[in-house]
């Protein structure tokens, strides 16, 4: 079976942009392919975060995957913490140490991310050799993702074609996984940006674990245009157009199918209508959710995801360790 991977970082409650760009992808995909699904907690401290917070976010992230229809008990699904496989960080290092320093400042997040503080760490310059670390160590085939990591899958592509025409053939070189609806799902308060579980706009992500009416309040004040026309285009009408790519991801109907069902009335209409489509699959999530945070499952699940990822990444490891001529022959 070919391997699937990805994580989402714990820092913050997830929101419906790392639903659709990451999870529901999982979800679509956990039974056709060996799927690695992990807490990157080790991104999360690229910006500060505080640590009871971040143990608390970790353990919802794991409760917020299975609620949304993450399968823990298929054979071929394996959910760990990044911190609890050395690898990660082990890995990450020697990919420091073959990557140009520009190939890492010249990326999309690390200028947004840099430019939102007046300093900024190191961490954040590295933080895409860690995540090509997250990924090669498991020979992954495929990367779900929104359209903001790209980017940083390809930088772990060229990282392993860079190293195995310099010391054979180790790493699989992996591919994003980008879903045709949903790749970018935008901030509701400024459409141009993409919607982020960091903002400190409250208006501006809906989050996975947000009550019915906090849903219906965000959505109700998204920015949209002073046109008044429905239709999808993304260059001239941003926040129109996010709202009818919600709806599309969380009714499961296609873009025109959407436009089709709003076109010709209001905005009011159609955001209420997106709000509906969002309850309607959230709710029920959130049920499932406080159902496995009570089960007091997470910790076996975490446990055999630590066994198995530190199993396979220990071999890779292995390789790599002996490829650049780390230690004794
Ligand atoms: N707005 C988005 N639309 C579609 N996909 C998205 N993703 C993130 N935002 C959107 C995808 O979600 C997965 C997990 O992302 P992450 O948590 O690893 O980091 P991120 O991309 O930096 O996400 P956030 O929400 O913006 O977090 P913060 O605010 O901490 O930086 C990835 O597949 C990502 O593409």
Same mark, same amino acid.
């Given at each position: 079976m070919d391997r699937l991977l990805t994580g989402l970082q714990p820092s913050g409650a997830l929101t419906i942009g790392n639903y659709a760009g990451g999870i529901s992808q999982i979800v679509n995909y956990q039974k056709d392919y060996e799927t690695f699904l992990f807490v990157p907690d080790m991104h999360a401290i690229t910006v500060p975060q505080d640590p009871e917070a971040l143990h608390r976010n970790i353990i919802n992230a794991i409760a917020m995957y299975i609620a949304c229809g993450v399968?823990?008990?298929?054979?071929?699904?394996?959910? =760990? #913490?990044?911190?609890?496989?050395? =690898?990660?960080?082990?890995?990450?290092? #020697?990919?420091?140490?073959? *990557?140009?320093?520009?190939?890492? !400042?010249?990326?999309?997040?690390?200028? &947004?991310?840099?430019? $939102?503080?007046?300093?900024?760490? %190191?961490?954040?310059? !590295?933080?895409?050799?860690?995540?090509? &670390?997250?990924?090669? $160590?498991y020979d992954a085939k495929y990367v779900p993702t929104g359209i903001d990591q790209k980017q940083h899958v390809e930088l772990a592509r060229n990282l392993a074609i860079r190293f195995n025409n310099r010391y054979g053939e180790i790493f699989r070189v992996p591919e994003p996984m980008i879903p045709t609806i949903g790749a970018k799902i935008r901030d509701l308060q400024n459409p141009e940006?993409?919607?982020?579980?960091?903002?400190?706009?409250?208006? &501006?992500?809906?989050?996975?674990?947000? *009550?019915?009416?906090?849903?219906?309040?965000?959505?109700?004040?998204?920015? *949209?245009?002073?046109?008044?026309?429905?239709?999808?285009?993304?260059?001239?009408?941003?926040?129109?157009?996010?709202?009818? *790519? #919600? =709806?599309s991801v969380f009714s499961g109907c296609s873009i025109e199918d959407a436009v089709a069902k709003f076109e010709g009335g209001g905005y009011g209409d159609l955001k209420k209508g997106v709000a509906d489509a969002v309850v309607e699959k959230l709710m029920p999530v959130q049920e499932e959710y406080n159902k496995v945070i009570e089960s007091g499952r997470i910790n076996e699940i975490l446990d055999e995801g630590r066994e198995f990822s530190n199993k396979i990444a220990? %071999?890779? =490891?292995?390789?790599?360790?002996?490829?650049?001529?780390?230690?004794? #022959?």
């Amino acid at each position: 079976m070919d391997r699937l991977l990805t994580g989402l970082q714990p820092s913050g409650a997830l929101t419906i942009g790392n639903y659709a760009g990451g999870i529901s992808q999982i979800v679509n995909y956990q039974k056709d392919y060996e799927t690695f699904l992990f807490v990157p907690d080790m991104h999360a401290i690229t910006v500060p975060q505080d640590p009871e917070a971040l143990h608390r976010n970790i353990i919802n992230a794991i409760a917020m995957y299975i609620a949304c229809g993450v399968d823990p008990d298929l054979e071929n699904m394996h959910i =760990y #913490i990044q911190s609890e496989n050395l =690898y990660h960080a082990n890995l990450s290092w #020697i990919f420091e140490c073959h *990557t140009p320093h520009g190939d890492l !400042t010249r990326m999309h997040q690390f200028k &947004a991310k840099s430019a $939102l503080h007046e300093t900024f760490t %190191e961490g954040l310059v !590295t933080y895409p050799d860690l995540m090509a &670390a997250d990924i090669l $160590l498991y020979d992954a085939k495929y990367v779900p993702t929104g359209i903001d990591q790209k980017q940083h899958v390809e930088l772990a592509r060229n990282l392993a074609i860079r190293f195995n025409n310099r010391y054979g053939e180790i790493f699989r070189v992996p591919e994003p996984m980008i879903p045709t609806i949903g790749a970018k799902i935008r901030d509701l308060q400024n459409p141009e940006q993409k919607m982020s579980k960091s903002t400190t706009n409250p208006k &501006a992500s809906v989050f996975l674990s947000d *009550t019915e009416k906090q849903i219906r309040k965000k959505i109700m004040s998204a920015v *949209t245009d002073s046109d008044g026309v429905i239709k999808f285009d993304e260059e001239n009408k941003p926040g129109v157009s996010n709202l009818l *790519t #919600i =709806y599309s991801v969380f009714s499961g109907c296609s873009i025109e199918d959407a436009v089709a069902k709003f076109e010709g009335g209001g905005y009011g209409d159609l955001k209420k209508g997106v709000a509906d489509a969002v309850v309607e699959k959230l709710m029920p999530v959130q049920e499932e959710y406080n159902k496995v945070i009570e089960s007091g499952r997470i910790n076996e699940i975490l446990d055999e995801g630590r066994e198995f990822s530190n199993k396979i990444a220990a %071999e890779k =490891y292995e390789q790599v360790r002996k490829a650049v001529g780390f230690g004794r #022959i």
